[in-house]
């Protein structure tokens, strides 16, 4: 059974720092991209970061370009997901993502397969 666990989540003051994690169990993702997703309440879920199966290609959305950095590990079987800098509209559950078949991102959330169960991420100002 494939799994994938955040954890990383807290709250945390404007202008700080937080480190998300995104562990996969049941198969290897070393060949599929993955990526990040949030969803605020009363919002839709939105792509925040994507990276491809090697790390060579990332994708970030505008609002966090600059102050979020997306990697992974492969040994591991890990995803990263690096926040900076947080402002209180990053506020939402964070999502890990992973694609089935594919070795390149997307920010579309139609294109994922295989979801976690989200963590929460709380910047107040």
């Known amino acids: 059974q494939v799994q994938l666990v955040e954890s990383g989540g807290g709250s945390v003051q404007a202008g700080g720092s937080l480190r998300l994690s995104c562990a996969a169990s049941?198969?290897?993702?070393?060949?599929?991209?993955m990526g990040w997703f949030r969803q605020a309440p009363g919002k839709e879920r939105e792509s925040v970061a994507a990276?491809?199966?090697?790390?060579?290609?990332?994708y970030y959305a505008d609002s966090v370009k600059g102050r979020f950095t997306i990697s992974r590990d492969n040994a591991k079987n890990t995803v990263y997901l690096q926040m900076n800098s947080l402002k209180p509209e990053d506020t939402a559950v964070y999502y890990c993502?992973?694609?089935?078949?594919?070795?390149?991102?997307?920010?579309?959330?139609?294109?994922?397969?295989?979801w976690g169960q989200g963590t929460q991420v709380t910047v107040s100002s």
């Open positions: 990276i491809s199966w090697n790390g060579g290609s990332t």
């Open positions: 049941g198969r290897t993702f070393a060949n599929n991209a």
């Open positions: 993502a992973a694609r089935r078949a594919s070795t390149y991102y997307s920010s579309s959330h139609a294109a994922y397969d295989y």
